[in-house]
């Protein structure tokens, strides 16, 4: 089985980061193959880049030779979802709601512990959409962009821990997801700290996409994924 | 004021009807610029196409020369949105919204009435993120295609005139929004077998737009349509 | 255009200020008139109050001679709009309804800052009948009644926009709509010390009755805003 | 324990037949007290009188000598009852939330079958502010007026037990609230045609005022329902 | 009248308790018949012990030789009524249900307070499914358990009246329900430290259960509790 | 891996068909046990078997020699799920929950197809706890009994397939949820009738439970799932 992972930004290193994530979750004998889109910005935090990561990821999909059973969109609240499910007849699993429905068969309710402050809505949305927002207790930021993830890791793993905490106790999550990318020893801190179980959206998609594949199940075509339509298209030479 | 209503798809002759449309709702004193996308498909009828127009829309409006005082996004249950507010100061309106949203003050609920039963999904997502969807009775398609629109134009407005009727005696609608492009006769027919009002989201959004402009009231910037950050674009040149 | 504004108590200087307010918005050739009711009493701080006001405007209105072209009812969360609609053919914009239906094109979420705590949960059940309540984040009270207002607007004015900031602070509120009247300088200090948008309930109706009118849009008569069936009455001599 | 209870249009007849039902209802030693409003209209369909007699109401009981121990509102779908509970201490209770309150002991879910369609939102309303419309099946109208019900009782029982039989099929309820007066035999044919419970407002809304009563519960008086502000009145000569 | 008021756990001094409760709030002329069930644990503090009582309660009442006219299930937040209404014809009735259906008569929200917070969730999921969540404020847990009440009872009221005290104030509610056993002195500290009505959830019960046996009321056969179908029963010598 | 897989019914035959669809899904080096309630019906439709199902289902998995990595309950909308998590560490999936959750990553809702009218209720109330229900279309019955199933297979298969189309045509589900027991060919019908995916529950539960122990996650034990308490027993010899 071979399953296409990609990244949502254009950061290679992120793109080999997400990668290891999936191949540590996958099965013996499923391929993970790391894409990163061919266009876009270095970093997701806003609608503008995540509409363009839309369309990137979409294209890059297309671009990629057959045959591959699955493809997991691995960005924390992004767009895009809809469109892989309409261009493609394999499954499609979105890392935040991956996360999501895996958490619900762990606790009663479930947190979401992200970033920026600016990714909450996007994150938001994405569950109200998924139907996956009735036991959702909170979507919780840390405050810390991706490039403070880096410049003092140590803080902003202090940072996302704190706020894991106070979903637990305020507002009285059962499971934690992190809604941000793989920092060292994240999980194991906010485990250590909170006490609850933690999920990390790509090894949660990996495992779905695995079963859904497993179990010979596709996207249903019947209207809301049906294929495009064919259309024409102006000064867009990546259209099918 | 000047005011850019941006269609969603590429074709040239829908951007002008559309332009015509806003301007005949239009206060005197308003100047209606009517865009079409620099890229994209000749219609949007799926989530493919919609995804590309999101960021078309983006590219376009941005390309656009100041001074402007609002931006209309023209297109029926599409993405892009958060997008334009996201990346502008003044304020955006959406058509699938702004109908939504006038014809709450004229009944105690609304349906659309759109083209094909694809479209359905998309412009129930519209509602539900946009907190519209509580008086909402129904969406329903009266499964004409838009080319079938201008193949066919007598059978279109029957078979839409009788969802239209539907939505008014099976969902109790007491207003109903037209969710497909400007048919001759179209609205005066609606009215004239529903005996309810009948809203065309472009003349909404254009009132809208204009009302927001003289209250001195443009997008908040605080969180979710804060200013895009900063960041390095790969093989995208119209990024900021 | 002539635009009934119709003050719920029956203080002058505050249907002079209601006025002025809506005169400030209104297009150049909207004519408003702003009325008190014939009856009712000074201040309206709870149901029952709210409950005559709700027939002395209906009584107030219909009193008045024809044409007009749409009537405003310039109550915060008070009881009566549907009663409006029903006996008018002409559109009816309430206040609390106007200032939603407003923000929610500016921002993701919006909060209300009223005076009383008491007056909330008449404004939530407004929001929640009239399909508005899904964006809205939270609706505070100040604890300053109107008489405190005039009292001592210097401190009332600080407790409002101290809530106001809670608003966005805590309640993560993107828009704040004004459910008081109009003090001196309000509104420019809440966006002075939230920098968000501020809507003003009869600003916002003044702009949404002028586009209904414009568009040739009235209230459904099919079925809840149907006219009134004949009746006999006992001992209430206005009735039609 | 004297209870009052109180019609809300001016036909005696009905207000004679509403105590008889009541008192049908009401437990040994339950004093029944059966007013007409004061003011108001022969029959209450639509919201114009509908809000006339929520003040009527609360005048008429106002000028009712104390002592009384509750006041049960007995129209259906009305305007008022939250004026009720903020002018007195006593427990008040609407026949259409305890119809419904009751309903829900006695099934999973129940529908409410009415006289005119145009009674429909009304009733919706009052179930959703009341917190009882998650169980509520449908409200469904008979499409008999009050004036059919007397000028052929036999066609409008038959039209209603029609209502109540598809409710309880097409709909799920399985229990049935009759939303309209007491025709002769009409329970006893709902009963036997849909073989479901029926719950009658004014006889459950007698049950409930009394266990309020007994238990010593009065209206909570902290907020929503704290006693009316003092206030100056103009042309209301009731006013307290 | 004769109402059966079971305990959910096996100590019998909590079954007097109970049963002198009922009696209390019953009607001249009511017996109250008071059962422990014949199986289970102590205290019902969890999911394990609540399927059990469950069962349990369901061969108790089965057993008890008939007639009676009514079943009181005397636990907060247990699993089973369902299971009562469907092998009995007679009303069933929870007091979790109970007391939120009559707070709900008595302000606009109500909030439970009760000891662990393990019971809050089986509280929540009780209001949820039976549709009386809308007006719920919260349910809140003092954190002490059973034995601490005995142990420390001073302690433990203080407890459970400071959680009820920041229900009113931060919560909002008006009302509040006890999901605790029968402390002395516990409802009279509440109303005096908040102000709001107290409900006590097996006084309720016992009020709506002879509610609704004096209106002739009986459970709904039709779909959810239509009585079991002839089943054939391994190991479980209590079956029908 | 081993992975318990519990029917809820007494009828072994059930137990081994259950047994054999979890080994056809389950992943190379996975070892299904399946195992009999201890007590109970031949078949569980309705609460009281249900009831007894969860409790006798809970002392069946105690008594079952460790180690096991994960529990399924393979009953359609069943009781007792909660009280598994709370008397295990490992991961507890239902089989209702599972098919839900799967079926959400394969079209944009999903209907369940059930057997009897009663089983709606249930299976309603199980997606309602469990946050499902949001996406969910419809939960449809056929009327057909576990008897008819077995007595006449092929109008069974075809009431069966026949609400499938009715959901997928006039619900608009784009994916069914199979909630009945596993008869030859089942699957098959439905999708080459509707042509949407088809989920089994047993399978999809599989999966999940295997992914969840790959993964390392247990159930929380913070609140609603920790271990239960110290109790003392009366009757009940099969208590921890």
């Known amino acids: 089985m071979r ?31 790391a894409l990163t889109p061919a266009f876009g910005a270095d970093s997701v935090e806003g609608n503008y880049e995540s509409h ?33 499910q309409e261009i493609l007849d394999v499954p499609v699993v979105d890392i935040t709601e991956a996360a999501a429905a895996t ?5 009663r309710s479930y947190s979401v512990v992200t970033t920026l402050d600016r990714a909450v809505p996007l994150i938001e949305d994405r569950l109200l959409l998924a139907g996956l927002s009735a036991r959702c ?51 194991e801190r906010v485990v250590e700290r ?14 779905i996409a695995e079963s859904l594949v497993r179990l010979g199940l596709k996207t249903s075509k019947v209207r809301t994924f049906a294929p495009p339509r064919p259309k024409q298209f102006r000064a867009w030479p990546m259209a099918v």
């Open 52 to 84: 363009l990561a839309a369309i990137a990821v979409m294209e890059t999909v297309r671009a990629y030779p057959e045959p591959y059973d699955a493809v997991i969109q691995a960005g924390y609240g992004e767009h895009g979802r809809e469109g892989l």
């Open 137 to 187: 207790a909170s979507v919780r930021a840390s405050g810390m962009a991706v490039l403070d993830l880096e410049r003092d890791p140590d803080a902003a793993v202090e940072a996302i821990v704190d706020e894991a905490v106070r979903a637990v106790q305020q507002d009285r999550a059962e499971v934690i997801c992190l809604g941000c990318g793989g920092m060292a020893g994240l999980t």
């Open 3 to 33: 399953i296409l992972v990609v990244n949502v930004n254009t950061t290679d290193s992120m793109t080999k980061t997400i990668g290891e994530q999936a191949m540590a979750a996958a099965a013996p004998g499923t391929e993970i193959v």
């Open 103 to 107: 958490a619900q068969f762990l606790g």
């Open 194 to 207: 909170t006490g609850v179980p933690v999920v990390d959206g790509v090894a949660a998609a990996v495992t």
